[in-house]
């Protein structure tokens, strides 16, 4: 009805993950009525993504050089590696700051549902880092879910046999939160793993 | 931090509307993992967009051929217009069907908020079109909104010197609706407007 390069815009629009018909439609019409350059903007950003952006061939996390920064900054401990499942993860903690390691991004989660198994994780990169030496810590950062607590474990019998140290995000109450809010699973989780109070030194 | 290519990415993504920051990373960050040809297919798309839709000239419609579909189509009635705010409406009233007139796309409504003056609008062009003859009826179909109805009695002060018939789309309680959850403008409405029942040929 509103042309052919309109409906392709708003196909490819919804098949972009959370774009459900009607906001692919609001999107696409919100470009078509702007100065044509947005539109344009878009679409070099994308190419340019499209052509540079590859997974870092050390962690694999998303990167447009190779290694990515966070591999080649000699300024971050090569000795503790924080594994996680996805690049937005990486994402998450440098925005944090304060962890001054380096990552291994898994690209997923066992998945039972998804049909994701070990083996099409970078599970088997991870574990050659690991042999190669200089690595003390590693810090199992996957989610914790269902699937998230799976892959740990999964982790946890490949590395294990290596003599790494390893360990995970401490789990309980979100701060800021309430006991009242709390899910049964986190509070069950808070009371079980309940801590020394003043906390002890480790 | 994941490279210029996605920061700028992300930056063109939160510039469209109802995309936030986290969204933006959200949809960057499955561009990226997912295959090149994803991110590239849309960048066509995005570029075939900006080269080729345009306002129509005859009704204002999105277009890639102008005049457009519905006002080169001879099987619609050119003698009653339709006029909406938006493309967006054009397609909601289509995809309802039933309507055989053609169209007539404001390009926006007056709005003090918006400091959206009626001279923004493409009320002169409409105004033109009456004049050159042929139009019987113009439906006004702005949204049931303040900025809306404002929208419909400049029309009115622009159409009526034309001896134009004028309507627009009834206002009541939306069917499948409830007395209980409407809210006081919608009852306020229904009870001023308060129809003859069984309904009166008109």
Request: proline residues 6%; hydrophobic residues 45%.
């Amino acid at each position: 009805m509103y042309g052919d390069a309109v409906a392709r815009l708003v196909g490819e629009l919804k098949a972009l993950p959370g774009v459900g018909q009607r906001t692919a439609e609001r999107l696409a019409f919100h470009l078509v009525q702007a100065p044509p350059e947005r539109a344009r903007a878009l679409a070099r950003a994308l190419q340019d993504v499209s052509e540079s952006v590859r997974p870092c061939r050390v962690c694999f996390n998303v990167t447009d050089q190779d290694p990515c920064r966070l591999c080649s900054d000699p300024g971050r401990d090569a000795g503790l590696l924080c594994v996680v499942e996805r690049p937005q993860d990486v994402l998450a903690l440098e925005r944090v700051g304060g962890f001054r390691g380096r990552y291994h991004v898994l690209l997923g989660a066992v998945s039972l549902l998804d049909g994701v198994a070990a083996e099409d994780l970078t599970i088997a990169p991870l574990v050659a880092r690991v042999k190669q030496g200089g690595v003390r810590e590693v810090l199992l950062a996957t989610n914790p879910t269902f699937d998230g607590d799976a892959t740990a474990l999964h982790l946890q019998a490949a590395l294990a046999p290596l003599g790494v140290r390893l360990t995970r995000l401490a789990r309980g109450l979100p701060i800021g939160g309430s006991l009242e809010l709390a899910s049964k699973a986190i509070l069950t989780e808070a009371l079980e793993r309940r801590q020394a109070f003043p906390a002890a030194q480790e």
